[in-house]
T-cell receptor, first 110, second 116 residues
Framework: DAKTTQPPSMDCAEGRAANLPCNHS???????VYWYRQIHSQGPQYIIH???NNETNEMASLIITEDRKSSTLILPHATLRDTAVYYC???????????FGQGTELSVKP | DADVTQTPRNRITKTGKRIMLECSQT?????MYWYRQDPGLGLRLIYY???????NKGEISDGYSVSRQAQAKFSLSLESAIPNQTALYFC???????????????FGPGTRLTVL
């Protein structure tokens, strides 16, 4: 079973920041938080991952709470092309499998 | 050219038929995976392989088999297809040498399979 809980859907205005929450209250010390997204029936695409510290790359930022029980993916300036299902996944750093939950369907509106 | 390709992209078949879905990759990755996705649900892992001689069952392997013919090829077979195997199937690859924590998986475009 997926070890994360996400809201089923969210809306965001184009140009605004999209903040997608994820709860992973049973995360263990050696497990990383990964985010993927899937644009309408295409293969999922990796976005970002982290262990303890906040992370940022060209696509997004990942904020992990100090107790690591929750995290937030931030798309700083959402565009219409960011409309997708976003999956938050907890997995072991080495050899761990990706267990996808149902994700959050983000709709970016003009 | 795509790094991870899947054939066929769409397939309609009948109950009881044997079906093979093929995945090829040019990324040079050792690890390959097969997932299925049902409408409105996330992906579920069927089988995975960490190298040519390694095959492992995932969450939902019953009714499926796989073959890792080479580093670049990983095939999924349905020996006797049934309607509840109608789904979108994805192949993925990853590189274990990319770093301890960094295990990004690269997905193919998917195969839409319908079993009548």
């Amino acid at each position: 079973d997926a070890k994360t809980t996400q809201p089923p859907s969210m809306d965001c205005a184009e140009g605004r920041a999209a903040n997608l929450p994820c709860n992973h209250s049973t995360i263990s010390g050696n497990e990383y938080v990964y985010w993927y997204r899937q644009i309408h029936s295409q293969g999922p695409q990796y976005i970002i991952h982290g262990l303890k510290n906040n992370e940022t790359n060209e696509m997004a930022s990942l904020i992990i709470t100090e107790d690591r029980k929750s995290s937030t993916l931030i798309l700083p300036h959402a565009t219409l092309r960011d409309t997708a299902v976003y999956y938050c996944i907890v997995r072991e750093g080495q050899g761990g499998k990706l267990i996808f939950g149902q994700g959050t369907e983000l709709s970016v509106k003009p | 050219d795509a790094d991870v390709t899947q054939t066929p992209r769409n397939r309609i078949t009948k109950t009881g038929k044997r079906i093979m879905l093929e995945c090829s990759q040019t990324k040079g990755h050792d690890r390959m995976y097969w997932y299925r996705q049902d409408p409105g649900l996330g992906l579920r892992l069927i089988y995975y392989s960490f190298d040519v001689k390694d095959i492992n069952k995932g969450e939902i392997s019953d009714g499926y088999s796989v073959s890792r013919q080479a580093q670049a090829k990983f095939s999924l077979s349905l020996e006797s297809a049934i309607p509840n195997q109608t789904a979108l199937y994805f192949c993925a690859t990853s590189d274990p040498l990319a770093g301890f924590s960094y295990n990004e998986q690269f997905f193919g475009p998917g195969t839409r399979l319908t079993v009548l």
